[in-house]
């Protein structure tokens, strides 16, 4: 059973630093993109950043600088460095995953607070 356990959320001041990361299990096939998803109290969930199996990077404009997105092949993990916080990056960040079918898996959710 596919299987994303995410870690890393917190509460941190403004200026700080987080690390997000995350672990996929029990995919059936191969992956190819792996990201982060957030989602602030009455707004839609948006895209963060999201890394293609052997590509670059791509991120939002709002976090461009400050977040970092990596991934471990090996360990089917991907993480994302989250640098110079700011109060309106406080949302509940999702991990996804996208195997070569296009089948798509999320996590939980974990809950990522900059106060100001």
């Known amino acids: 059973q596919a299987q994303l356990v995410e870690s890393g959320g917190g509460l941190v001041q403004a200026g700080g630093s987080l690390r997000l990361s995350c672990a996929a299990s029990?995919?059936?096939?191969?992956?190819?993109?792996m990201g982060w998803y957030r989602q602030a109290p009455g707004k839609q969930r948006e895209l963060v950043a999201v890394?293609?199996?052997?590509?670059?990077?791509n991120y939002v404009d709002s976090v461009k600088g400050r977040f970092t997105i990596s991934r471990d092949d090996a360990k089917n993990t991907v993480d994302l460095q989250m640098n110079s916080l700011k109060p309106e990056d406080t949302a509940v960040y999702f991990c996804?995953?996208?195997?070569?079918?296009?089948?798509?898996?999320w996590g939980q959710g974990t809950q990522v607070t900059v106060s100001s």
């Open positions: 029990g995919i059936i096939f191969s992956i190819d993109a």
């Open positions: 996804n995953v996208q195997d070569v079918r296009r089948r798509a898996y």
């Open positions: 890394i293609r199996r052997g590509g670059l990077p």
